[in-house]
């Protein structure tokens, strides 16, 4: 993908895929039209890296997706997926008679057609609103991505529509990965303000790390040989899960992920009260079947309002787990709003991490540690 001038909007391609490129002077990104992935970040002072996760496979439009190509991929979604990608409807699998109907997980909207609805562009800002329909889940969403010249930040705003006469139950969560050569084992830093977490099996027990269904306390959990700090990464071949509970009576919640070598630092902030968990998804080579091929190296920061990625109707079973509600309700024929903004900076070589981040004049204060 080639670099756009300052303040520009452009239909583009990036790993031959189809979209729109995002300059502001300080930032690029990459909005995918297939699946509506948020496919790469570049901080310009900071060129050349990616911070999220560029899959090791060749990647396909959803649309050219047949089943015949399941024994590659495994699913649809693999086959499309890439960096940041939305969630709506379950944040999961689908159930046994969802997945014969052919609904996949996550739900509809990260293979789904997202189309272009308008855009913006002036000497002060630029802004882009993108959507989709899904049809099964019987709702419509938009997105809108604005950024102001020079600054080091997107703001996001999502409006989801249920296109229904009913209420309808629904999880939904921001599924942020993060690969490499940002995201490397030890190296790479993680921060949030989470109190309790618990873990989930990972999904194959011989690279587990973590002991299965432990609560304990940000960041020091519990492991299969002793605690495990999940700051960072582990060296080891890992597939592991679990979920963190951000900090009650918090208006913003956020996340931060810093490589100090690459003097890069990525963050997210959004409204507690929207997504109260962040999942921490550990992807280490565990996998061996296909796609996966024991080749990957993947973290997942997901902020969502559901703590673990299981079918709809096991989220509503839950009801509530350490005192959160585990699904939310699109009133019938409502709407409802969710934000969330992206931060980027260049920071110093000898970073040790994130200690606090608060909105401060248009902007964010970031407090570093040490």
């Known amino acids: 993908m080639t670099g756009g001038c300052?303040?520009?909007?452009?239909?583009?391609?990036?790993?031959?895929?189809?979209?729109?490129?995002?300059?502001?002077?300080a930032i690029s990104l990459f909005l995918m039209a297939g699946g509506g992935h948020i496919a790469r970040l570049?901080?310009?002072?900071?060129?050349?890296?990616?911070?999220?996760?560029?899959?090791?496979?060749?990647?396909?439009?959803?649309?050219?997706?047949?089943?015949?190509?399941?024994?590659?991929?495994?699913?649809?979604?693999?086959a499309a997926i890439s960096g940041h990608n939305l969630c709506l409807g379950h944040f999961g699998p689908a159930s046994s008679e969802e997945t014969r109907l052919g609904l996949g997980c996550h739900g509809e909207a990260p293979v789904a057609r997202w189309r272009e609805r308008r855009k913006h562009v002036s000497d002060a800002e630029i802004r882009l609103t993108c959507g989709c329909g899904l049809d099964i889940a019987g709702m419509?969403?938009?997105?809108?991505?604005?950024?102001?010249?020079?600054a080091c930040i997107v703001d996001v705003t999502?409006?989801?529509?249920?296109?229904?006469?009913?209420?309808?139950?629904?999880?939904?969560?921001?599924?942020?990965?993060?690969?490499?050569?940002?995201?490397?084992?030890?190296?790479?830093?993680?921060?949030?303000?989470?109190?309790?977490?618990?873990?989930?099996?990972?999904?194959?027990?011989r690279f587990m790390r973590l002991k299965?269904?432990?609560?304990?306390?940000?960041?020091?959990?519990?492991?299969?040989?002793?605690?495990?700090?999940?700051?960072?990464?582990?060296r080891g071949r890992i597939s592991d899960f679990s979920a963190q509970l951000m900090r009650p009576g918090l208006e913003h919640a956020w996340f931060s992920a810093v490589h100090p070598g690459m003097g890069l630092l990525v963050a997210y902030v959004w409204r507690r009260a929207d997504y109260p968990w962040v999942a921490n998804w550990e992807e280490n080579r565990g996998r061996d079947f296909p796609p996966w091929a024991?080749?990957?190296?993947?973290?997942?920061?997901?902020?969502?309002?559901?703590?673990?990625?299981?079918?709809?109707?096991?989220?509503?079973?839950?009801?509530?787990?350490h005192g959160e509600p585990t699904f939310r309700l699109l009133p019938a024929r409502g709407?409802?709003?969710?934000?969330?903004?992206?931060?980027?900076?260049?920071?110093?070589?000898?970073?040790?991490?994130?200690?606090?981040?608060?909105?401060?004049?248009?902007?964010?204060?970031?407090?570093?540690?040490?």
């Not at 303040?7 to 502001?24: L, P, V």
């Not at 419509?140 to 020079?150: H, I, Y």
């Not at 921001?174 to 790479?188: A, I, K, R, S």
């Not at 903004?341 to 004049?361: F, H, L, Q, T």
């Open 294 to 321: 024991g080749k990957s190296l993947t973290r997942g920061m997901e902020f969502a309002n559901s703590p673990f990625p299981v079918p709809l109707r096991e989220a509503l079973s839950m009801g509530r787990f």
């Open 335 to 370: 709407s409802l709003e969710f934000r969330y903004s992206i931060v980027m900076a260049a920071v110093d070589r000898e970073c040790r991490g994130v200690r606090s981040i608060k909105p401060d004049r248009g902007g964010f204060a970031i407090l570093f540690e040490g």
């Open 140 to 150: 419509r969403v938009e997105r809108t991505l604005s950024m102001k010249r020079n």
């Open 212 to 234: 299965r269904g432990a609560d304990f306390k940000w960041p020091v959990a519990p492991g299969v040989r002793g605690s495990v700090n999940l700051r960072t990464l582990g």
């Open 158 to 205: 999502e409006k989801v529509t249920n296109m229904s006469r009913k209420d309808t139950p629904f999880t939904m969560c921001q599924h942020v990965t993060f690969g490499p050569p940002f995201l490397e084992p030890g190296v790479t830093l993680f921060d949030m303000p989470a109190t309790r977490g618990a873990t989930e099996p990972g999904s194959l027990k």
């Open 6 to 25: 300052a303040m520009n909007i452009r239909t583009a391609t990036f790993r031959k895929r189809q979209g729109w490129e995002m300059d502001n002077g």
């Open 42 to 78: 570049e901080l310009k002072s900071r060129p050349g890296i990616n911070p999220l996760w560029e899959p090791s496979w060749k990647g396909l439009e959803p649309w050219q997706y047949k089943p015949a190509m399941a024994s590659a991929y495994g699913e649809k979604l693999l």
